[in-house]
């Protein structure tokens, strides 16, 4: 009896998951000191002797675009963030929901094209970048290509990535909203 007393206990624990509250903040920050990534050991491009196989998979395309696909979309996201060094300066192409996000305190508005992706609790994560645009703005969620230029810029005392784009084209056909790779 004790046993399934245990078990019982055990599996409650196991399946009640994350129940967190909501945070309205944005999440898609770039690493608080991007300079000291850029300056921290192994973050120049030339492969380290510990590991040249693995360094050599991870290489830039010589491409002057680097396209984000649908089927790696948060790998590579991720990979953008954690070495941005590798991708300052270069022009960047992906496809998302166009988002944007008032804050009240700096009465700025941010926006950003994203994916949704997995998170603490189902899908609930977001990835994707910040960006900026001249042109005229697409409504709130609708599908976009965009192509622009990774930058770092500086507001309250803290560096954040985003794109400053070239194009911003609302397209008709949606992708995978959802992704988790």
């Given at each position: 009896?004790k046993?399934l ?8 624990l196991?399946?009640?998951?994350c129940?967190?509250?909501y945070?309205?903040t ?6 608080q000191?991007?300079?000291?990534t850029l300056?921290a050991?192994?973050s120049d491009?030339?492969?380290s002797e510990e590991?040249?196989?693995q ?6 395309p ?5 396209e ?15 070495n941005?060094?590798d991708?300052?300066g ?5 496809e998302g929901i166009?988002?944007s ?6 009465d700025?508005t941010?926006?950003y094209?994203i ?14 970048f ?5 042109g005229?703005r697409p409504?709130?969620?609708?599908w976009?290509?965009?192509?622009g230029v990774l930058?770092v ?6 560096q954040?990535?985003?794109l ?5 084209t609302?397209?008709d056909?949606?992708?995978a ?5």
């Amino acid at each position: 009896m004790k046993r399934l007393l245990v078990l019982f206990f055990l599996l409650t624990l196991a399946s009640a998951g994350c129940s967190g509250t909501y945070d309205e903040t944005p999440a898609l920050e770039a690493p608080q000191d991007i300079a000291a990534t850029l300056d921290a050991p192994g973050s120049d491009s030339t492969p380290s002797e510990e590991s040249p196989a693995q360094e050599a998979e991870m290489e830039l395309p010589d491409s002057d675009i680097v396209e984000i696909s649908e089927k790696l979309f948060i790998a590579q996201t991720n990979d953008i963030y954690i070495n941005p060094g590798d991708y300052l300066g270069k022009t960047i192409k992906y496809e998302g929901i166009f988002k944007s996000y008032y804050w009240g305190e700096a009465d700025k508005t941010y926006y950003y094209v994203i994916r949704y992706g997995p998170g603490c609790c189902g899908y609930d994560g977001e990835a994707g970048f910040e960006v900026t645009w001249d042109g005229q703005r697409p409504g709130e969620d609708d599908w976009c290509e965009v192509v622009g230029v990774l930058e770092v810029y500086e507001e309250n005392g803290l560096q954040y990535l985003r794109l400053s784009l070239d194009s911003l084209t609302v397209m008709d056909e949606r992708g995978a909203e959802f992704v988790s790779t």
